[in-house]
């Protein structure tokens, strides 16, 4: 029954509405949506947070919860219709033929249950053989997705896993009944570029080796062009763009499209000559969606009465029956027209340093059980940090997580006091001082704006409130009236309307809330702005909003900003020296342009390969990672990177696994720390070249 | 796992020690002491009387020392008048000679219940026997119907089901036992419906359990405590269902009562274990009312007796029972969750 012959699309959906029933009213979630997957084929599915597309998703799999509703339209899956299939048919169908991959790994394993039992299962429920055939099975399956010693892991708990391992066991699970179609819902948000990269290329490779196809949801456009065939893009609840992934990014048809291509970092960006253009206005709630196309609002082409007046369907672009877009004014706008970019200033000099750290070391002791003691253990969290920051400068700290740029970052601010090593910060030595003891114009000097902006404002406190408590505690204008008067420049300062002083945080948007911190950050005319992954909650279109606004800052009031990130195109944008740190080590600094060519240390080198990059005409090496970072606990002997590169074979001995490498000077302060000789250096190619156009 | 055993144990030791010494303060104050000698030697004496009561027989000493005695690291008190040796430790009729000089709860003697006039060893072994054989038959009702209520009303949240089962927990928890007591006495034990399927006592189950004397009041507080654990359990479970990794599981394309009962199940349990331990505290001492309620003299029972007689040795003795049962239950308790929880561990 299962397995009948069909030759047509494996999925097909056809004008396919969704909505969610509260007691106030429907919310509709996806409207009109349309979109085909043929046998071995990969489809992107892209957009912003709240666009719909997991809803899409959890459509196809028919599960919408008890307030979602399939309101019309069909989705056929190898011809058979799902929207009207009876439950039980639909549970032989799910695992089996469409197996769906989540955003997180942790939370998709059940805690309590040993990995190979949630293996078995499947083919259990679905294929009724005997728990032996299911078991050899799960073993060759996890050998497939490329991990080691496939019979501990499934003898494991997940918690035992690290957060790739995890994804590798779903992905593992979606395989285990060889499914028609794989769904995966934002399969790497949650990893490391470089464990992201590996996952990637795994993901691709099995699409291939069992022929199966994929409908890939994504927000990051890079990945998509790496993964798919063709892709759908999709703007609150409808798909506006539709095609072949180099169609799409290099013939777009959509306003949306090509604006979302604009406010992405791609390698040729820069922010003084050409900067980032952020899409205007904000992303429509669903029961506010304008009449027409709901991109109208924010459209650089938008013309009152036509685009506005009456739903738009989907149409096919002339000449290109696969590619078609929601946009009624396709073929009048000239869409190879540059953009009309702003100009911005020039940008300001760099002037004296204003931070110096000399060998900085932040070790914790850990103790084996917190409640009874044990051995402690040494996280070395920190390992001789040495760098220099100057004024108006933007030096980027990257990193995958656990290297210890969060910890510097707490180091400086205060929030924990270092274990040897010199901090000096506008003159003063503070890394034995804690925040406590700093003076308030200290504390005022040195402001952080954090990673993620719905935690960090207090929910019961009107914005404009908690940036005059900041000015309160700088001690910053003599009444409350002058206060007030700061605290509306500020709003000013980061664009944000005078009248949301008196709103809740709730009633802010991720990016409005992100700029409530860059304000309270600003509130004591900071020095030094540490930034920690500023825009990496945020949806891409808001993203440039809130990196030009950094800028902008910065260059009126030459601030010096600490960037740390891991994402490496924004870096590449707006940073003027970069610093990669791995596993507590600084392993290379220098200036963007140093760093972003050869020679690299091996590290940087796989992790600009690693970072996927919307642009077709891009060309990167490939080098895949192999293996987990490892553990700060536990670091390996000698260079910390050995266990992962792929150059230790060209030094001679074992140098690599008995000496820390020397931090070696390669240009005017390019440095870089590895055992590689001058030749081996001279030899690199750069990972990412621009291909002619 | 066994270094955190011997670790537990001796964390236990310590807080027993604290404790029986707080509670050992607490029954030896002064004005206990001259009512006990009161008691003992006639409510008419005068105080000059009271003192050298105390005196003859070894509470005029410093309380540490005394305590001391009571552990039974400190040899027990001896007193010779008028050529005749009495002590702590020498018995009515013993012969001072052959007494032992130590005589403590470490060496087995938990002192005379000057109520009952029997030893107090003997008189908490009998009463807390009984009581332990109604905490069985509670929790052998008690947790199965709880958590399959908790379970049930768990899995569908809103649903009609849920409604239903989460009114009954509701309900039962809210009534205290003296109520729901009296009311299942009226209904099934008494003249008044003519339904007398029960006993409306249970001092036959003394020395006789049957179903009919000791249902009700096994019934009586299992109903008060069913309700509490099923709302645990309820919201466990609640929680459990919404998680990520159900739904992983639903379009594994599980049926929903695998999804129940091999996924869900296990870590809905997990909240709720913790509450059934700590119900053991709770039936040791909260039982009392019951108890009464039915003349079933229980350990409840007993330390009620102590209390209202001003009885020292059995206060205290039922005091630090209390004390090393609900210690001994809350390792129990740590030891389960490690076990239904693999994520916690210990290495």
Redesign the interface.
Known sequence: MTDQAHDGPILEIENLSISFFTRLREIPAVMDFSCTVQPGEAMGLVGESGCGKSTVALAIMRDLGRNGRITGGSIRFRGRELTTMPEAELRDIRGSQIAMIYQEPMASLNPAMKIGQQLMEVPIVHEGISKAEARARALEVVADVRLPDPERILKSYPHQLSGGQQQRIVIAMALMSKPALLILDEPTTALDVTVEAAVVDLVKDLGRKYGTSMLFISHNLGLVLETCDRITVMYSGEAVETGSVRDVFDKMRHPYTQALFRSIPLPGADKTRRPLIAIPGNFPLPHERPQGCNFGPRCDYFVAGRCDAADIPMFPVPGDASHSSRCIRMNEIDWDAPPAAPVKGERTPIGAPVLQVADLKKYYELRANALFGGAARVVKANESLSFEAREAETLAIVGESGCGKSTFAKVLMGLETATDGRIVLLGNEVQDTPIEKRTAQTIASVQMVFQNPFDTLNPSMTVGRQIIRALEVFGIGKTDAERRERMLQLLDLVKLPREFARRMPRQLSGGQKQRVGIARAFAGDARIVVADEPVSALDVSVQAAVTDLLMDIQRENGTTLLFISHDLSIVRYLSDRVLVMYLGHVVEIGTTEQVFSPPYHPYTEALLSAVPIADTHVKKKHIVLEGEIPSAINPPPGCPFQTRCRWKSRVPGNLCETSVPPMRQMADGHQIKCHLSEAEFAEMEPVIEIAAE | ML??LV?RTFVMLLTALCLTFVVFVLTNLPPNLEKLAKTEAGSRISDAEVESWLERNGFARPMLLRYGEWMGVVPGWRNEQDGKVTGRCIQPGQDPATAPRFCGVLQGYWGFSTFFKAPVGEKIAYHLGLTGILMFWVMVVMVPMALLIGVLAGMRE?SRLDRTLSTFSIASTATPEYVSGVLLIAVFASSMFGLKWFKGTATGAMNDVTFENFALPVLTIALYGTGYIARMTRASMAEVMT???I?????????FR?IVL??AL??AL?APFTVIMLQFPWLLNGVVIVETLFSYKGFGWTLVQAAGNNDIQLLLGCSVVAVMVVLATQLISDIGYVL????IR??
């Open positions: 270094t955190f670790r809103g998680s990520q990794y739904r992983t599981a639903r379009l594994k394309g599980l049926s695998t091999r996924h296990r870590n997990i239904l929880n693999p994520r210990i290495s």
